[in-house]
């Protein structure tokens, strides 16, 4: 009798998970709100958010372009909020605000940002996944894109979880 190939359902987060570390993301973590990233969508796969440009962002005066520090340091948080959404998923039974607790120790470990483009854009949207979890180590792959969906920037990221 042939094998029947053995299928999981996708995992999906409980609301309460995903509005605890939409805040967590947006509030908690004060430099985002000063970036201005909002979140805009949150699976165990993949994170989205946004930054829309304002007069603060500015980092070349002529070009009204976003400074690099800003794309770092958003590619840099939208691969904390990556692992914090892995570590989510590995933990599913336990109870949402249980998970929650787990991101204390979270920090960045290394990180590289390529600048393909000119930052030159209305809003900008942040993409960013998880191509390892491992026990103590988290790997990411990030993007930075611009209103056109232009990739902008490519980051990628090591966080120690434990």
Known sequence: MPKTPHITAPIEFEPEFVQGLTQIFQENIVFNTVLGLKIHSITPERVVAHIAMKRDLIGHYSYNRIHGGVISAGLDAMGGLAVMAAIGARHMDEAPMQRLHRFAKLG?????VDYLR???SERFEL???VIRLGSRVAST???FLGADGKLLSTGCGSYIVS
């Open 108 to 112: 960045t470990i290394d990180l590289r």
């Open 118 to 120: 000119p930052g030159i």
């Open 127 to 129: 993409r960013a996944e």
């Open 141 to 143: 792959r990030m993007e």
